[in-house]
Structures are given as structure tokens and as C-alpha cells.
């Protein structure tokens, strides 16, 4: 059982941000005041990156320490695997005697907080049809409509109408100013559950806590003044905005992602981005409500602080928007990772770590035992400690079930049905130096992440001594439960 004297250990989650959206990560339009000093005084991780660049399976990750091909949430709303439902994070911490909460976005399909260990919850989504749908939160809608919002009937992203005919016009496509206000907008409204669900917490136990906000997410619907707050003037176009995606795979460059953004200009990509960015601060603002909160309640120096996201978002690389099954680019895949532990000094680490490594890098802070069998490694040891390499590289893995996920409802499929004719699976690693993607139907990309940060020249063609060694790795970490592709990875590429 853990000591009355163990420290707290609260998990703040964002959705859909980027490793480089923060002032502390190098970007001179950010506006992350509260992000930066949490960074200043504690542990930066620079090589974080998620195993799969989508809500669900990269949240499942986070929870149970595996990798998706192993508690197979292939995809979003594929249910975890079974023997899972009632295990993770958050009973690994209250068997250990600590108080568990969970506040926010959950998407962890085929389960739910209080199944999987958590005591108490808060601004917890609703399920429709085997979705908890983020931002479709029913005490939310009841406190937005007691405040005198009219939020459309069954809007899963809480629109107004003056929201939905604000992002449909032509003059600014994708983005707008919120109709509802910044005090009564839904992050503002979460921070506030989390408070009373702190003020629940027991005097003699220490707590575990996830906080999981919907911002930066889709929509680009900031309240004011965040709509406004970002310098547009301070935003630089990603490299590869120059080069599109013409050099890119067909599969991307005929997808959304690249197919709903086409009509915009430079200016219109920059005010998108200001829009974005205007959520990343509107996060930020939380964080710093957050750490106000735990600094009145004398919690602050007993509270190790972790902030994170889930997975990024294009925004503008390659002329590309959003996530998914496709994007197994730098903009997708690395995420922010901030540790401030109270008894460690600040730090930076350039080494690469995955989503799969945080919960017993959690555990081990914590004093907790870590279960056998995980994916997942610690790197407690480098939480404000001196830079150091902690993997050799990084693994990204998604699926499409018959080509479309999407259909799924919260049902377990078992991964072993995978058939490398009917369905279709993407691969990535990252070392230090390179990244290389494999698509089943699609052509093979490699990247030097040295001369070309940016992902602009695919060298896959030219260097195939290089390619056919990822090939191996990525055969080595998918035969468990991918014999078929492991057997392709392995035969000669054709490049």
C-alpha cells in the first residue's frame, strides 16, 4: 500500500497538439505562458511520439502501457481487448492505495474510468451508438443551455448556429470565433468539475488524476479573445507547406486531409493556424488554473505535474490537415511531453520515448509497482536528469479493418483476423537519423531526419540498405500478432 506521504500524480491531457505548438518547444507565435514555466522547472521531453496518430488507440496505449496491436484498439472505437476492461492506469494505482480520478475526454473504446479503476469522475462524454463522443457531454449541454446558449440538437461538437454557419462560410472555411464565451466555454467549464472532484479527494490517501481536455481538437472554434490572441505575423508555414503533397503516396494525396484544405491560400493557412494555436493557449490558461489551484490547497510541492496529448495535427505540413491512419508524419506522430516532479531539477531530453512508456514511467515515480508484460519501459530515472538515449527508436502502427474503421462501434475485433488482402496496415519507425514508412498498399518513404526535418525528399529508392534494415525491425516488433506482414516486410522491397 502506498505511504499517506507518496506524492500525487496529476496527468493533464490535451487532443490533437503537436510537439511544436509551445513556446518552450521553439514556436515564436505560441502563447503557452503557463506550459513554459511548467517546462522551466521541470523535465521536457523532446522525443516524445505517439504509437498511433488517432484518439482511441493512442489513449488506450496510455492507459494499459501496450502497444495497440496488443490491447488491439486498431483503430478509433475498436473496444480494447477484453481482459483489459478492468485494467490499466487506474487500477494499477488504487491497488497501490491511492484515490483514482478521471475528468474529461475518455475514448478508451469498449470500457469506461470506473471499469477500469478509476473512483471518481467527472465531465465524463456521453455514448451514442458505441462512441463516447469528446465533447458531447450532458451536464455540459444542460450548464451551456442554463446559461442561454442554444446548442443544436444532437451537435456532437456543442455548435450553435451561429457556430456552424461561421465555420461553413467561404470567406474562412474551418475556422471561428465561438459563439460561447471563454467563461462559459467547455474547458473552462471541465476545469471547474476538476476542482470539485479534487475538493472530493480523501485527506489520508494520496490521488492519481487524468484531466483530459477536447482542445486543440477540431473544430478551429476558439472563444474570444484566443481567437485573436496568436500574432499571425509570428507564424512561419511549415517547410514542406512550399512542396504540398504532390511527392506523397496516392492515398494521401486523394484523402481529406488534404482533398477539404485545398482552396486555402497562405493567409488563409496562417489565420487556421492562429485559430489552432488560439486553443493551444486556451489549454494553457487551464493548466495554469490548474497549478493555481493545487498551489492554494499547499498541493503544488507534493503533485508530480505531467502534460501531454494524444497525437498532433498537420496543420499546414505538406499542406495537409488533422490526423489519422495515413499520417505517420513528424507533425502526427510527436507530441508534448512536460514532467515536473517536486523533489527534480529542470532538464531537457532529446530521447526518443513512446506513448507505451509513461504509465510505468508513472508508476515507478510514484513508488508503485510496475506489472509484468507491458510494452512500455520507465524513464523515471531520466525525469530531471541529464540527456540520455532511452530507446533506439519508436514504432507507429495503424489499421484499417476493409478499409474503413469508422464503422466500428465499440466491438472487439481480435487482430489476428487481419488479412493483408481485405485489409490495410501502415508502419512507421523513428531513430535518431531517419524515419521510414511502410504502407501494405502503398509505396515505401524514408526520411533524413537530419538533412530534411521537414519530410520533403523520399529517399526510400536510393537507400535500400536502409530500408531493408527498418524492414527487419518492424518484421521483428510485428510477428506476434502480424505473421503475414511481418513474412512481406521481410521479402525484398518493391520500391
Not at 497562405?266 to 488554473?289: C, F, K, M, S, T
Not at 496496415?425 to 514508412?437: A, E, F, G, K, Q
Not at 538533412?451 to 535500400?464: F, G, Y
Not at 527487419?472 to 516488433?477: K, P, V, Y
Request: hydrophobic share 35%; with cysteine; aromatic share 8%.
Amino acid at each position: 500500500m502506498s505511504d499517506p506521504r507518496s506524492p500525487n500524480v496529476l496527468v493533464i491531457m490535451s487532443d490533437e497538439q503537436s510537439w511544436n505548438t509551445m513556446g518552450c518547444t521553439g514556436n515564436p507565435a505560441a502563447r503557452t505562458p503557463h506550459l513554459d514555466e511548467l517546462a522551466g522547472s521541470g523535465s521536457c521531453f523532446n522525443g516524445f511520439y505517439t504509437p498511433f496518430p488517432l484518439c482511441c488507440p493512442s489513449r488506450s496505449s496510455l492507459m494499459t502501457g501496450l502497444m495497440p496491436r496488443h490491447h488491439d484498439v486498431l483503430g478509433n472505437w475498436r473496444g480494447i481487448r477484453p481482459d483489459l476492461r478492468t485494467a490499466g492506469i487506474g487500477s494499477w494505482f488504487s491497488e497501490a492505495g491511492y484515490h483514482s480520478f478521471y475528468v474529461g475526454k475518455w475514448h478508451v473504446p469498449g470500457t469506461d474510468p470506473t471499469t477500469m479503476g478509476f473512483s471518481d469522475t467527472a465531465a465524463i462524454p456521453a455514448v451514442i451508438e458505441g462512441k463516447d463522443r469528446g465533447r458531447y457531454i450532458e451536464d455540459y449541454r444542460d450548464f451551456a443551455s442554463a446559461a442561454g446558449y442554444e446548442l443544436l440538437p444532437g451537435s456532437l461538437e456543442n455548435l450553435t448556429a451561429a457556430d456552424q454557419l461561421a465555420l461553413r462560410d467561404p470567406r474562412s472555411p474551418h475556422r471561428a470565433t465561438a459563439a460561447i464565451s471563454r467563461a462559459d466555454y467547455l474547458e473552462t467549464w471541465q476545469t471547474g468539475q476538476f476542482a470539485q472532484v479534487l475538493d472530493r479527494t480523501p485527506d489520508d490517501q494520496p490521488w492519481f488524476g487524468i484531466c483530459s481536455y477536447n482542445a486543440p481538437h477540431f473544430p478551429l472554434l476558439p472563444p474570444a479573445p484566443f481567437d485573436t490572441l496568436i500574432d499571425r505575423s509570428q507564424i512561419t508555414l511549415p517547410p514542406s507547406w512550399a512542396t504540398g503533397y504532390e511527392s506523397l503516396p496516392p492515398q494521401v494525396k486523394r484523402s481529406h486531409f488534404a482533398r477539404d484544405f485545398a482552396d486555402l491560400d497562405e493567409d488563409g493557412w496562417r489565420d487556421a493556424i492562429a485559430h489552432y494555436l488560439g486553443l493551444v493557449a486556451l489549454v494553457d490558461d487551464q493548466v495554469g488554473a490548474i497549478v493555481d489551484l493545487l498551489r492554494s490547497r499547499g498541493e503544488l510541492d507534493r503533485t508530480i505535474i505531467v502534460f501531454t496529448s494524444d497525437h498532433g495535427d498537420m496543420m499546414g505540413a505538406h499542406r495537409l490537415m488533422e490526423k489519422g491512419h495515413l499520417l505517420h508524419y513528424e507533425e502526427a506522430v510527436h507530441i508534448p511531453l512536460i514532467i515536473r516532479h517536486p523533489d527534480a531539477g529542470q532538464s531537457t531530453c532529446d530521447g526518443l520515448v513512446s506513448m507505451v512508456d509513461l504509465a510505468p514511467t508513472l508508476l515507478e515515480l510514484a513508488g508503485v509497482t510496475v506489472p509484468g508484460g507491458l510494452d512500455g519501459r520507465s524513464f523515471a530515472d531520466a525525469v530531471g536528469g541529464t540527456t540520455r538515449t532511452l530507446r533506439e527508436f519508436v514504432t507507429a502502427e495503424t489499421l484499417l479493418w476493409n478499409h474503413d474503421s469508422e464503422n466500428a462501434h465499440g466491438e472487439h475485433k481480435d487482430p489476428s483476423t487481419f488479412s493483408l488482402v481485405e485489409d490495410e496496415i501502415n508502419l512507421s519507425i523513428r531513430n535518431p537519423t531517419h524515419r521510414y514508412i511502410y504502407r501494405s498498399q502503398g509505396h515505401d518513404e524514408l526520411f533524413d531526419l537530419i538533412a530534411d526535418p521537414a519530410e520533403t525528399v523520399n529517399l526510400a529508392s536510393t537507400q535500400k540498405m536502409l530500408v531493408a534494415g527498418c524492414r527487419q525491425t518492424l518484421a521483428d516488433e510485428v510477428c506476434d500478432v502480424f505473421p503475414e506482414v511481418a513474412d512481406t516486410l521481410r521479402a525484398p522491397a518493391a520500391l
